[in-house]
């Protein structure tokens, strides 16, 4: 997508990988829990995940950004290459910065609602993450720096490579529409209080929009709710 940027900097440089190798973790958790049908889960370390990706850009260049997904950190990737963040689906982060807050059900406000839909968050995720993970490379005593992604991917790590359709070459909307895909749907209600549900969806390719509202109440009894997405018929 773009050309790799290289900093030999040491005391950039050990930050860089320091964040590398835990947003690469962070991930990888992910992909494993996503993969396990694990949606919010592995939604909450996606987030994380792409956090520490974002502060692995900015300690790059010398720089940093303490708290969770915002401004500061989707500036960083701007500046450090247009080309790529253009690429990037940025409903995809808002989705991100909105599941963090899953972690705790009693903070939620009312009307709280999000959509995890499996293959096209999975699909997301590889691309954003893989992405920056090969952006650039770290020099250390004039030796570039093998990472664990790097040797996950050379070894092809099963908890890398399955449903990877970026590593495994696949285009993105034929991976997303290849089968059902697990949904989950969240809504804090004004009646019902804190509402989940999960269903398989019919494949189909993504409109790639990723703040679709969740549980969408469907009549005034508070009883009745709209899917996101069409869900598979039994």
């Not at 990988?17 to 992910?30: H, Q």
């Not at 900015?58 to 708290?67: A, H, V």
């Not at 650039?136 to 990877?164: S, T």
């Not at 997303?176 to 895909?181: C, F, K, R, T, V």
């Amino acid at each position: 997508m773009s050309r790799s940027k290289q900093t030999s900097k040491t005391e950039f440089a050990k930050k860089t990988r320091e964040f590398l190798n835990i947003a690469y973790k962070d991930y990888l958790a992910s992909r494993v829990l996503i993969n396990a049908h694990l949606p919010v889960q592995g939604a909450v370390l996606a987030s994380t995940a792409i956090e520490k990706y974002f502060k692995a850009i900015l300690s790059f260049r010398g720089n940093e950004s303490r708290g969770h997904l915002k401004k500061a950190h989707f500036n960083a990737v701007k500046n450090f290459d247009t080309n790529l963040w253009g690429h990037f689906n940025k409903e995809f982060f808002m989705l991100l910065q909105k599941i963090y807050s899953l972690r705790y059900h009693d903070n939620l406000e009312k009307g709280f609602n999000a959509v995890i839909a499996s293959r096209e968050f999975l699909a997301e995720l590889d691309f954003t993450a893989i992405n920056i993970q090969e952006s650039f490379w770290i020099k250390l005593a004039g030796e570039k720096v093998i990472l664990m992604y790097h040797q996950d991917k050379k070894q092809q790590d099963p908890r890398l490579f399955h449903n990877n359709h970026v590593l495994e070459g696949f285009e993105k909307q034929s991976f997303i529409s290849e089968e059902p895909q697990l949904v989950y749907e969240v809504r804090n209600c004004n009646l019902r209080g804190f509402l989940e549900i999960s269903y398989l969806a019919k494949p189909q390719t993504s409109d790639g929009k990723f703040m679709r509202p969740g549980c969408t109440p469907n009549g005034s009894d508070g009883m009745q709710y709209k899917t996101a997405l069409l869900p598979l018929q039994k």
